[in-house]
């Protein structure tokens, strides 16, 4: 699998988690997700793209972990998955597909708003035909996966 396309990504994500959180999350080892492959993820940012490519980019994490992250935004403890937390996973994932666009200028993508998916062994539902990339992510907190998937740009290679 080459893995040139998905570097734009996991510097966004380094960034925007460096920047907002005070976190150095630290990147594991990316895989090609099976669509059938599931996780326990809580809570799910979406993006969709389009233009040159679609596809799709994902944060997915436990629910206690955004909340500590959105603690350290609003000032004050968080213990459930409220309107601050939506707002603050969205944010994430916008930024992260925002700036990682950047990083693919050769390609006019376009990015979706982003949607946000909540609910212990929530399933993510991905595009047919488009290989899909998981990045984990190692936090302080526990670890949260970001994935990628461009149709014609990242290919599942042997």
Not at 64 to 74: D, E, F, G, N, S
Not at 103 to 117: A, C, D, K, N, T
Not at 128 to 145: D, Q, Y
Request: net charge negative; aromatic share 6%; with cysteine.
């Amino acid at each position: 699998m080459s893995i040139k396309y998905i570097e734009p990504f996991v510097t966004a994500a380094q960034n925007v988690f460096r920047d907002f959180f005070s976190e150095e999350p630290v990147p594991l080892k990316p895989f090609l997700l099976k669509r059938e492959e599931e996780k326990c993820w809580e809570l799910s940012g979406i993006i969709g793209i389009g233009g040159d490519s679609k596809g799709v980019v994902v944060i997915s994490l436990q629910s206690h972990i955004a909340q500590k992250l959105t603690a350290r935004l609003v000032g004050h403890e968080i213990t459930s998955n409220d309107d601050d937390v939506m707002d603050t996973i969205g944010e994430v994932i916008n930024i992260i597909a925002g700036n990682a666009k950047k990083g693919l200028e050769q390609y006019r993508l376009v990015i979706s708003l982003p949607s946000i998916v909540s609910g212990t062994d929530h399933h993510v539902a991905w595009p047919a035909g488009i290989p899909i990339v998981g990045i984990p992510f190692a936090l302080s907190e526990g670890e949260f996966m970001l994935a990628v998937g461009l149709e014609n740009i990242i290919r599942a290679e042997a």
